[in-house]
């Protein structure tokens, strides 16, 4: 066996070393959970309300579960079409323009943004300037500000994916770059975008720091009204395990909030990966 | 009359020169092939015609290209330039749709037609890229699992479609085996019955074979033109002689 041959095993075998221990600490996170709150899981946990003295200590989370898809919905429902549209404009129309590349650098920087800031600043603006209080609204709005970026970037990666032959084809025949985006790119395109908005998705359900201080309540019904507070999985978590409330429901409630995400961003890996095939084909 | 003339035609790449000051008739219901180094901006003059090489960053311009007598360079809407003179690449690539819609893709867009005149469109390209018999059965089905061949025939289709009167091809068959070659040089032939049709190519055969005037060009400039047959036996210019003889000979 030759020097390289010997360097690409050795590489090899580093890459599998270290998959297994990412790997490794993904099952030992996930069986701890389900030994610490696995049992305390059941139809009652899910479905009921918070319960005991002090709150919490009993009863489920059921509001909580409620109150995280709202926010979700809500940052969804106000980033998505923004964030497509701007994708649109870096990928399609902006290519040679100094604008795009203001606004490239504007989405990188946003990414940065800690989550804490975009919760304060919102906190700032809707709950106290524009009276909103703690609220749904706010709280989706921060956790919209929050995954913008990341649609933007996801969405326009997916686009630049797509065979630039398409374009010169299209361009060729004199059709409007609209049409082309409506007819070809765009198809071509959805897995990998729609990929990108589960991701964030699952990055919004997740997020504490944003809702800590816009939406989030220890106690609330959650009934999706704009102006009421709501509760939330991370927070309801984070309340549990503060508090002492209860470590047992705090285990139970990680493991419900961790395998909404891990569902989730499985969904998106497989669109990924479907979005590589079609690129391939 | 030329259908196509450029007219002291500059063209570059930001400070790049590509093309310096060319002066070429092509004629219409003829071929024409344009040879010539890599690199020596065939393929810019031929984006050119048709304006899209404007996409490109940094592409600039100066001089004139008329077709039919009119001037391309100062048309507002390039989308009517496009239209009026169609466009084949080198990489035989089909739109990801069905073999129809393929074809369809610039009608529908320019619309105006029922779907029985669409169908008719459809049929009648097909048949006149000799692919009609081929795909008639699957005309529906994604155009992505065509061979290579079929998918440069369902390009040339494609570019027919909208009745440009000039076809450009770049390199057309330089991914494809003798046979699909030889079926697009014979329908080429055909096709230039009512179409300037100008084709790069890299190969000198394939000029000699199909083309009624041969153009030669290097470092930007157009050398000599001529009848095919004549340029071929008794080029008159000294680098016209060596190029032939290089890769003929
Ligand atoms: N988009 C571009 N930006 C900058 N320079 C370019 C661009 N496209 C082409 N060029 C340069 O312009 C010159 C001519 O290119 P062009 O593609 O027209 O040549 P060609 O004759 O078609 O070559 P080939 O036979 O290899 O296809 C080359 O030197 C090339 O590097
Ligand atoms: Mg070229």
Redesign the pocket.
């Known amino acids: 066996m030759n020097k390289r041959a010997i360097a690409d095993k050795l590489l090899i075998g580093f890459f599998w070393v270290s998959g297994l221990l990412i790997l490794l600490v993904l099952v030992a996170i996930i069986s701890y959970l389900i030994w610490r709150g696995g049992p305390f899981i059941s139809r009652e946990f899910i479905l009921g309300d918070p319960a005991g003295i002090p709150l919490g200590s009993e009863g489920g989370i059921y509001p909580a579960i409620k109150g995280t898809l709202w926010l979700v919905l809500l940052a969804l429902v106000l980033s998505v079409i923004p964030g497509i549209l701007t994708a649109i404009y870096l990928s399609e129309y902006g290519c040679s323009g100094g604008l795009a590349e203001i606004i490239n650098l504007l989405v990188q920087s946003m990414t940065g943004v800690p989550s804490i800031v975009i919760g304060l600043f919102v906190y700032a603006l809707g709950v106290v300037t524009l009276g909103w209080g703690i609220s749904l609204l706010a709280g989706g709005t921060a956790l919209a500000i929050m995954v913008y970026p990341v649609i933007v970037i996801s969405s326009r990666d997916a686009l630049q994916g797509v065979d630039e032959n398409y374009r010169l084809i299209a361009n060729s025949l004199g059709v409007s770059k609209s049409y082309t985006l409506y007819r070809v790119i765009l198809p071509r395109a959805a897995a990998g975008i729609i990929a990108g908005i589960l991701l964030s998705l699952g990055y919004a359900a997740g997020a504490t720091a944003p809702i800590l201080v816009t939406a989030a309540a220890v106690i609330a019904n959650s009934s999706g009204a704009l102006f009421e507070p709501v509760m939330a999985l991370p927070y309801h978590l984070y309340i549990l395990f503060n508090e002492h409330l209860s470590m047992n429901y705090a285990y139970a409630t990680a493991l419900v909030l961790v395998i909404l995400l891990l569902i989730i961003n499985i969904l998106a890996l497989w669109l990924n990966s479907l979005q590589e095939r079609i690129n391939g084909r | 009359m030329n259908a196509v003339e450029l007219i002291n035609f500059s063209a ?3 400070r ?1 020169d ?2 310096r000051t060319v002066n070429i008739g092509f004629k219409s219901n003829a071929i024409s092939a ?1 040879v ?12 050119s015609i048709n304006r899209t ?1 404007e996409l ?4 600039n311009c100066h001089g004139d290209i008329r077709i039919f007598a009119q001037s391309v360079m100062d048309v507002k809407n390039v989308s009517n330039v496009r239209r009026q003179v169609g466009m084949v690449y ?1 990489t035989p690539v089909a739109l990801p749709l069905s073999t129809k819609e393929n074809v369809l893709f610039g009608p529908r867009y320019y619309g105006g037609k029922s779907n029985a005149e669409m169908d008719a469109i459809v049929e009648d390209c097909l048949h006149r890229v000799a692919l009609w018999d081929e795909v008639k059965d699957r005309l529906n089905q994604s155009a992505s699992q065509l061979s290579g061949g079929q998918k440069q025939r369902l390009a040339i289709a494609r570019a027919l479609a909208v009745e440009p009167q000039v076809l450009l091809l ?2 057309p068959c330089s991914s494809l085996d003798p046979a699909s070659t030889g079926l697009i040089e014979e329908l080429l032939k055909e096709l230039a019955v009512g179409l300037c049709v100008i084709i ?1 190519t ?1 190969n000198l055969f394939q000029a000699r074979r199909i083309a009624d005037e041969t153009v030669f ?1 290097m470092d ?1 400039q157009m050398i000599e033109k001529g009848l095919t047959s004549k340029l071929f036996i008794s080029p008159s210019d000294e680098k016209t002689r060596s190029f032939f003889s290089g890769l003929v000979g």
């Open positions: 570059g790449y930001g790049k590509v093309l344009i010539g180094p890599s690199g020596c901006g065939k393929t810019t003059l031929l984006r090489a490109e960053r940094g592409y080198q770049d390199e790069v890299h060009m930007g």
